[in-house]
């Protein structure tokens, strides 16, 4: 191929390593020339089994060609991606290898190991470099152009594009880089490369294409795929140490096939889901759904189908009229249509998560030819403690495929044997064990889990793109749209923008939406389309209401009844609230009484246990154990859950709770007392008030809301309570006030549009004497909504940018990598996502136990050192908590927290994959403990009825 040393030195490079556990010592080795053909040979089943076809098309559509252009690009870039490790700078790091490729013409001098710049001249950094290049030097590509632009996939394999910066240094220390027959043997990689692809010939028709960012990060996160999967040495074998001082081995295509043929049916990727086109609607949706179709899911579903081409749709209906189904059954048509592999279904939170991984999974058993051999994934933070989701893990595929590391010198993982496959005759998707973990779960075929997952696809992180992919080859599916505030919304918006530019089908669920934030959203997706129009955009009131990008708004008949709710409004005393609930609940009945902060909610409840009993007081906030919150949240739906044979009504109750009974919880009311709160949320919190149709005791037969936490109601301007301000917008608290201070009745759900877009429209609402206060709070809001939309800008993603544009710097000044991050969510929440911990109890010898009180395996002795077995790690991991927002802050006290909890280090933990790296926050036997760590300083208690509570020191 080249003259000189370099004609076959370039077959002595190597790319992996396999070393003794106790020395550290090179035990195995992989020639480069074999990762490279294993890669590309991977990235093109890839292409041809498992990536999505809506993906395919994106990729083919950028290349100006079909299918088969694309697959020719990912399979060239997968047999490039390692050239740079054709360097000293890398071959350095294994120094017995480096002696046996300097013995056929590859000199290392050995002090580069020593080099203090030795590890930035890094292997994919050279490897850009050189691809660019030659592919502008040798083939007539584009500098600027695609030259620049399939380089950048080479440098950014390893999850960070590189910078210009970074990229300068490669041309500065030339030595390390390479120079004369390391050139040459890059040339000779490259030129090997071309030719499996056809020659230069076949690569260089695309010398004149422009790729751009959504192009470049799909190929990119592909490569990234199969250069893991490549990687793992239990499906691509290393080799003998001794064979890299035999003679060369040339490149072998059969050999290269029966290794990739082995490998690849090792790791046995879940098949493609095809979904099949909806031919009547009607009927479809009672086979999948065992119900009538709502006027609101046939709408959906009818602008599902109309769309041409893929687009954005939201749906704002009442809470109960069955968004959930009508969004699976446009999910259902959009992919049809579309190509879509899957779909990705969004949450607010873990347990609206957990109740909607059982529905998408009912869903999946009725489609037809029921899809068991697709992949499904629960995203969030403590999946593996879902039954369901263990249940897939326990009866589907479980493949003991580790998660390969890429980096010079770490041996492949081998977490254990291969095990077979139970499929049970209703099962629907399997949980694929190379389809877990944070990063690789949501490329799974069905995800559902909590919206931060979508959320991060628009912050700056390592390995950016394999979110991306994750989410461009799927419909994508967010519920309750309207909880996310102008932080998240902003975040929410560019994720949005880039769904755009990848063609990816959207639907949007809201109960109540404004309608400034309607067109925002449909802005957002079609300036990633590049769309001049995004349809008519209307302030109508009009409700229920489907929108869709490129169609004309569709208002919808409801299909629930109207029923009139009583407002009655009363002072902010304790006092006060005890004396309507022992009027209203004389003849029995089960009120709700929701409050905007935890404090309210535990001193509320405090004295509610005090006046009626802790039998009929029932606490419920997100301050709980994930063990504990779980059996709350089943008592709340087995107790005022819908009518039926499993519902367990109590004659009398009084559920206090915060926001936790806002969102997808299915429960029902007889009278409900309410905080005041933005105008949206107050009617959120209404949707559970009389929401099924049962008997119920006559003082609370009329549905009746009481809104409570102002100062006084005959105050000028009627203002929320000072703790509510610090939770919701004060401009948005005096809007709703000025709404409902008059007001004595509410429609549900005629009302719910016109006070929603009254709420949050540009006219002034409330007497006269309150304008001066509103204008002051609306200039308050507007401060700091442009404050928070700059916070958020820190480590918000670019748009995607001209045709020209590259991935370089990508993510530079970003997070890092955001999975490892114990306050990763507060990056999308601008900090609200709080500290996350494991909460044991020190026994009276100083070791571990399970906390007492928890119903399952409570006071378990947990080893310190030794191993925990898998039934005691999950029950540890059930015991989950969030620490107060106070605690949590991205500043000195919530560091200090952070650092004061990594005192808790214990062997143990880091032996089981389920605790390793998760904070641990031990209470004493009386349930407390104190953390200090520089300006942070807390005491925190546990109460199995009241949650955790806190006070500083």
């Given at each position: 191929?080249?003259?000189?040393?370099?004609?076959?030195?370039?077959?002595?490079?190597?790319?992996?390593?396999?070393?003794?556990?106790?020395?550290?010592?090179?035990?195995?080795?992989?020639?480069?020339?074999?990762?490279?053909?294993?890669?590309?040979?991977?990235?093109g089943?890839?292409?041809?089994?498992?990536?999505?076809?809506?993906?395919?098309?994106?990729?083919?559509?950028?290349?100006?060609?079909?299918s088969?252009?694309?697959?020719?690009?990912?399979?060239?870039?997968?047999?490039?991606?390692?050239?740079?490790?054709?360097?000293?700078?890398f071959?350095?790091?294994?120094?017995?290898?480096?002696?046996a490729?300097?013995?056929?013409?590859?000199?290392v001098?050995?002090r580069?190991?020593?080099?203090?710049?030795?590890?930035?001249?890094?292997?994919?950094y050279?490897g850009?470099?050189?691809?660019?290049?030659?592919?502008?030097?040798?083939?007539?590509?584009?500098?600027?152009g695609?030259?620049?632009?399939?380089?950048?996939?080479?440098?950014?394999?390893?999850?960070?594009?590189?910078?210009?910066?970074?990229?300068?240094?490669?041309?500065?220390?030339?030595?390390?880089?390479?120079?004369?027959?390391?050139?040459?043997?890059?040339?000779?990689?490259?030129?090997w490369?071309?030719?499996?692809?056809?020659?230069?010939?076949?690569?260089?028709?695309?010398?004149?294409?422009?790729?751009?960012?959504?192009?470049?990060?799909?190929?990119?996160?592909?490569?990234?795929?199969?250069?893991?999967?490549?990687?793992?040495?239990?499906?691509?074998?290393l080799?003998?140490?001794?064979?890299?001082?035999d003679?060369p081995?040339?490149?072998?295509?059969?050999?290269?096939?029966?290794?990739?043929?082995?490998?690849?049916?090792?790791?046995?990727?879940?098949?493609?889901?095809?979904?099949?086109?909806?031919?009547?609607?009607?009927?479809?949706f009672?086979?999948?759904?065992?119900?009538?179709a709502?006027?609101?899911q046939l709408?959906?579903?009818?602008?599902?189908?109309?769309?041409?081409?893929?687009?954005?749709?939201?749906?704002?209906?009442?809470m109960?009229?069955?968004?959930?189904?009508?969004?699976?059954?446009?999910?259902?048509?959009?992919?049809?249509?579309?190509?879509?592999?899957?779909?990705?279904?969004?949450?607010?939170?873990?347990?609206t998560?957990?109740?909607?991984?059982?529905?998408?999974?009912?869903?999946?058993?009725?489609?037809?030819?029921?899809?068991?051999?697709?992949?499904v994934?629960?995203?969030?933070?403590?999946?593996?403690?879902?039954?369901e989701?263990?249940?897939?893990?326990?009866?589907?595929?479980?493949?003991?495929?580790?998660?390969?590391?890429?980096?010079?010198?770490?041996p492949?993982?081998?977490p254990?044997?291969?095990?077979g496959?139970?499929?049970?005759?209703?099962?629907?998707?399997i949980?694929?064990?190379?389809?877990?973990?944070?990063?690789?779960?949501?490329?799974?075929q069905?995800?559902?889990?909590?919206?931060?997952?979508?959320?991060?696809?628009?912050?700056k992180?390592?390995?950016?793109?394999?979110?991306?992919?994750?989410?461009?080859?799927?419909?994508?599916?967010?519920?309750?749209?309207?909880?996310?505030?102008?932080?998240?919304?902003?975040?929410?918006?560019?994720?949005?923008?880039?769904?755009?530019?990848?063609?990816?089908?959207?639907?949007?669920?809201?109960?109540t939406l404004?309608?400034?934030?309607?067109?925002?959203?449909?802005?957002?997706?079609?300036?990633?389309?590049?769309?001049?129009?995004?349809?008519?955009?209307?302030?109508?009131?009009?409700?229920?209401?489907?929108t869709a990008?490129?169609?004309?708004?569709?208002?919808?008949?409801?299909?629930?009844?109207?029923?009139?709710?009583?407002?009655?409004?009363?002072?902010?005393?304790?006092?006060?609230?005890?004396?309507?609930?022992?009027?209203?609940?004389?003849?029995?009945?089960?009120?709700?009484v929701?409050?905007?902060?935890?404090?309210?909610?535990?001193?509320?409840?405090?004295?509610?246990?005090a006046?009626?009993?802790?039998?009929?007081?029932?606490?419920?906030?997100?301050?709980?154990?994930?063990?504990?919150?779980?059996?709350?949240?089943?008592?709340?739906?087995?107790?005022?859950?819908?009518?039926?044979?499993?519902c367990?009504?109590p004659?009398?109750?009084?559920?206090?709770?915060?926001?936790?009974?806002e969102?997808?919880?299915?429960?029902?009311?007889?009278?409900?007392?309410?905080?005041?709160?933005?105008?949206?949320?107050?009617?959120q919190?209404?949707?559970?008030?009389?929401?099924?149709?049962?008997?119920?005791?006559?003082?609370v037969?009329?549905?009746?809301?009481?809104?409570?936490?102002?100062?006084?109601?005959?105050?000028?301007?009627?203002?929320?309570?000072?703790?509510?301000?610090?939770v919701?917008?004060?401009?948005?608290?005096?809007r709703?006030?000025?709404?409902?201070?008059?007001?004595?009745?509410?429609?549900?759900?005629?009302?719910?549009?016109?006070?929603?877009?009254?709420?949050?429209?540009?006219?002034?609402?409330?007497?006269?004497?309150?304008?001066?206060?509103?204008?002051?709070?609306?200039?308050?809001?507007e401060?700091?909504?442009?404050?928070?939309?700059?916070?958020a800008?820190?480590y918000?993603?670019?748009?995607?940018?001209?045709?020209?544009?590259?991935?370089?710097?990508?993510?530079?000044?970003?997070?890092?990598?955001?999975?490892?991050d114990?306050?990763?969510?507060?990056?999308?929440?601008?900090?609200?996502?709080?500290?996350?911990?494991?909460?044991?109890?020190?026994?009276?010898?100083?070791?571990?136990?399970?906390?007492?009180?928890?119903?399952?395996?409570?006071?378990?002795q947990?080893?310190?050192?030794?191993?925990?077995?898998?039934?005691?790690?999950?029950?540890?991991?059930?015991?989950?908590?969030r620490?107060?927002?106070?605690?949590?802050q991205?500043?000195?006290?919530?560091?200090?927290?952070?650092?004061?909890?990594?005192?808790?280090?214990?062997?143990?933990?880091?032996?089981?994959?389920?605790?390793?790296?998760?904070?641990?926050?031990?209470?004493?036997?009386?349930?407390?403990?104190?953390?200090?760590?520089?300006?942070?300083?807390f005491?925190?208690?546990?109460?199995?009825?009241?949650?955790?509570?806190?006070?500083?020191?």
């Amino acid at each position: 191929m080249v003259g000189g040393a370099g004609q076959h030195a370039w077959l002595s490079v190597w790319a992996k390593t396999g070393r003794d556990p106790a020395t550290g010592a090179v035990t195995e080795w992989l020639p480069l020339h074999d990762h490279l053909a294993d890669t590309a040979g991977v990235a093109g089943l890839l292409f041809d089994h498992w990536v999505s076809p809506q993906v395919v098309a994106r990729i083919a559509a950028a290349l100006g060609g079909d299918s088969s252009d694309a697959r020719r690009i990912v399979v060239w870039l997968g047999a490039v991606h390692d050239v740079g490790k054709a360097s000293p700078a890398f071959a350095v790091q294994a120094p017995e290898l480096a002696q046996a490729m300097s013995e056929h013409g590859l000199l290392v001098d050995p002090r580069f190991a020593q080099d203090s710049n030795r590890s930035k001249i890094r292997h994919e950094y050279v490897g850009q470099q050189g691809v660019r290049s030659w592919l502008a030097d040798d083939l007539g590509f584009e500098f600027r152009g695609a030259a620049a632009q399939l380089a950048c996939v080479v440098g950014g394999h390893h999850g960070v594009p590189p910078s210009r910066t970074e990229l300068g240094l490669v041309d500065k220390r030339p030595d390390l880089a390479g120079r004369q027959e390391w050139e040459q043997a890059r040339l000779a990689v490259l030129r090997w490369a071309t030719e499996l692809i056809g020659g230069p010939q076949a690569l260089g028709r695309y010398k004149g294409v422009l790729l751009g960012r959504p192009t470049q990060a799909l190929l990119t996160a592909i490569v990234i795929m199969a250069d893991w999967i490549a990687s793992n040495a239990e499906l691509f074998p290393l080799e003998p140490l001794l064979t890299a001082y035999d003679a060369p081995r040339h490149p072998d295509p059969e050999r290269s096939a029966a290794r990739l043929a082995r490998g690849w049916a090792a790791l046995d990727l879940p098949s493609r889901w095809s979904p099949r086109p909806i031919e009547d609607v009607s009927s479809t949706f009672a086979q999948r759904f065992g119900k009538v179709a709502r006027p609101v899911q046939l709408a959906t579903v009818a602008v599902a189908l109309a769309q041409e081409e893929p687009g954005l749709i939201i749906v704002e209906a009442p809470m109960g009229e069955g968004k959930t189904e009508a969004a699976l059954m446009a999910a259902e048509a959009l992919a049809a249509r579309s190509g879509a592999d899957g779909c990705f279904v969004a949450l607010p939170t873990r347990a609206t998560s957990d109740a909607m991984f059982s529905r998408v999974l009912a869903w999946m058993r009725a489609l037809p030819g029921r899809p068991t051999n697709t992949s499904v994934t629960l995203a969030h933070g403590t999946a593996s403690l879902n039954d369901e989701y263990r249940g897939l893990l326990r009866d589907g595929y479980i493949r003991g495929v580790g998660d390969a590391s890429c980096c010079a010198g770490t041996p492949a993982t081998s977490p254990g044997p291969v095990r077979g496959v139970e499929e049970a005759d209703d099962q629907a998707g399997i949980a694929h064990h190379w389809l877990r973990g944070r990063k690789k779960g949501p490329l799974a075929q069905f995800v559902i889990g909590t919206v931060d997952q979508v959320l991060f696809a628009g912050l700056k992180s390592r390995h950016l793109m394999l979110r991306h992919l994750a989410l461009a080859g799927k419909v994508v599916i967010i519920d309750e749209v309207h909880a996310y505030d102008v932080y998240m919304s902003r975040y929410l918006d560019r994720v949005l923008h880039w769904l755009g530019a990848y063609g990816t089908p959207v639907v949007m669920l809201s109960a109540t939406l404004p309608a400034a934030r309607r067109a925002e959203l449909l802005a957002a997706y079609a300036g990633g389309r590049r769309d001049t129009g995004t349809g008519a955009v209307t302030d109508d009131p009009a409700y229920p209401m489907v929108t869709a990008t490129g169609h004309t708004p569709r208002p919808v008949a409801a299909g629930v009844d109207s029923r009139q709710v009583t407002l009655v409004r009363l002072t902010d005393d304790l006092d006060t609230v005890v004396t309507l609930l022992r009027d209203r609940l004389a003849d029995g009945g089960c009120a709700v009484v929701i409050r905007n902060t935890v404090g309210r909610v535990q001193e509320t409840a405090d004295r509610l246990v005090a006046e009626f009993g802790e039998e009929q007081v029932t606490v419920a906030h997100s301050r709980f154990l994930a063990c504990d919150r779980a059996r709350l949240d089943a008592g709340l739906l087995r107790r005022f859950g819908p009518p039926g044979s499993g519902c367990e009504r109590p004659s009398r109750h009084i559920v206090v709770a915060s926001q936790v009974v806002e969102q997808s919880l299915d429960v029902d009311f007889d009278l409900m007392v309410t905080d005041l709160a933005p105008i949206d949320l107050v009617l959120q919190r209404m949707g559970r008030l009389h929401r099924h149709e049962r008997p119920r005791p006559g003082r609370v037969r009329e549905p009746r809301c009481v809104v409570v936490g102002v100062e006084g109601w005959t105050a000028v301007p009627v203002r929320a309570v000072r703790v509510s301000q610090r939770v919701y917008s004060e401009h948005a608290l005096l809007r709703a006030a000025a709404l409902l201070t008059d007001r004595d009745t509410v429609s549900l759900p005629e009302d719910i549009s016109p006070l929603v877009q009254a709420g949050y429209g540009p006219t002034a609402l409330g007497p006269d004497t309150w304008q001066m206060e509103m204008r002051r709070a609306r200039q308050a809001e507007e401060d700091s909504d442009y404050r928070r939309r700059g916070k958020a800008g820190e480590y918000l993603l670019a748009e995607i940018g001209g045709l020209t544009a590259t991935l370089d710097a990508w993510v530079k000044a970003g997070v890092g990598d955001a999975d490892a991050d114990p306050r990763a969510g507060g990056r999308v929440r601008d900090g609200a996502e709080s500290i996350e911990v494991l909460v044991v109890q020190q026994d009276r010898d100083g070791g571990l136990l399970t906390p007492e009180w928890i119903d399952s395996d409570g006071g378990q002795q947990i080893p310190l050192d030794d191993q925990v077995p898998g039934a005691l790690a999950r029950t540890i991991a059930a015991c989950s908590l969030r620490l107060p927002l106070a605690m949590s802050q991205m500043n000195p006290v919530g560091d200090g927290v952070i650092a004061a909890l990594e005192r808790n280090h214990y062997t143990s933990f880091d032996r089981a994959p389920l605790l390793s790296g998760q904070l641990v926050l031990v209470l004493d036997q009386g349930r407390s403990a104190e953390l200090r760590h520089g300006p942070a300083a807390f005491r925190v208690a546990y109460d199995p009825q009241r949650g955790l509570v806190h006070e500083t020191l």
